[in-house]
C-alpha cells in the first residue's frame, strides 16, 4: 500500500514562493505519473502539474511560468516549487501518483493548506 505524506504548505503574501513536498513509502506498483492537484475553498479539485518517469512535464495554464514540478528519484519525493504566488493560489494542495490511463491506480497525500495574503 503506498502511503504518501506531504510538506512545505503555509501562508506567504502575495509575490512570495513555497516548496510543496512529497515522499512515498511502501510498495509502489506501476507508478509513472507524479503530480499535484489543488482544491480552493467552494470549488471542485483541480490538477495543477504533473511529471512522468520519463522527466515530462504538464502544466495547468494559470501556473505555467511560475511553477515548477520536479521528482527525486532515489527518495521517491515529488516536489512543487511555487513562485510569483497570488491569493487565487490559495487551495489545500494534493500529491498524486498514479498510472496514466489506469484510473485504478491513484494514490493521494492528506493535503497540505496553501494560504497567499494580499
Known amino acids: 500500500q503506498v502511503q504518501l505524506v506531504e510538506s512545505g504548505g503555509g501562508l506567504v503574501q502575495s509575490g512570495g514562493s513555497l516548496r510543496l513536498s512529497c515522499a512515498a513509502s511502501?510498495?509502489?506498483?506501476?507508478?509513472?505519473?507524479r503530480g499535484w492537484y489543488r482544491q480552493a475553498p467552494g470549488k471542485e479539485r483541480e490538477w495543477v502539474a504533473r511529471i512522468t518517469n520519463g522527466g515530462s512535464t504538464l502544466y495547468e495554464d494559470s501556473v505555467k511560468g511560475r511553477f515548477t514540478v520536479s521528482r527525486d528519484n532515489t527518495r521517491d519525493t515529488v516536489y512543487l516549487q511555487m513562485n510569483s504566488l497570488n491569493p487565487g493560489d490559495t487551495a489545500v494542495y494534493y500529491c498524486?501518483?498514479?498510472?496514466?490511463?489506469?484510473?485504478?491506480?491513484?494514490?493521494w497525500g492528506q493535503g497540505t493548506q496553501v494560504t497567499v495574503s494580499s
Open positions: 511502501g510498495s509502489i506498483p506501476s507508478i509513472n505519473s
Open positions: 498524486h501518483y498514479g498510472r496514466i490511463g489506469d484510473p485504478l491506480v491513484s494514490y
